[in-house]
């Protein structure tokens, strides 16, 4: 395991890479996380080191909401990326949803 000091603090480039996404969100290109590490002071990471830990976080995230979604809703979920034309176009709805739903709540 690599470690850099980051913010006088030691940490894996795994680690850092981890963080950075969450800050960044998950749709950023691994080039843009590569510049930002090495602005931090973190260098010799790879896009490949960041994809696989884009993958990491995802799989997470999917264990989170459960192993095994219903059928149902997966067929939903299809249904609603047809009619978006992409996953991303409805993850880019979705955010909006969650900014209308911040700013709604304060």
Known sequence: ?????YMGVGVSIAQAI??????MGQDVPPRHVIQRLS???????????????????????LRAIGDDPPLSVIKKLK??????GSIDAVR????G????QRKHSE
């Open 92 to 95: 880019h709805a979705l955010d």
């Open 79 to 84: 249904a609603l990326v047809d009619e978006f």
């Open 18 to 23: 981890r963080e950075l996404l969450k800050e």
């Open 97 to 100: 949803l969650e900014e209308l």
């Open 1 to 5: 395991m690599y470690v850099r000091v």
């Open 39 to 61: 602005e931090r002071g973190i260098t010799g990471v790879t896009s490949q080191q960041v994809s696989n830990q884009k993958a990491r976080l995802r799989k997470a995230r």
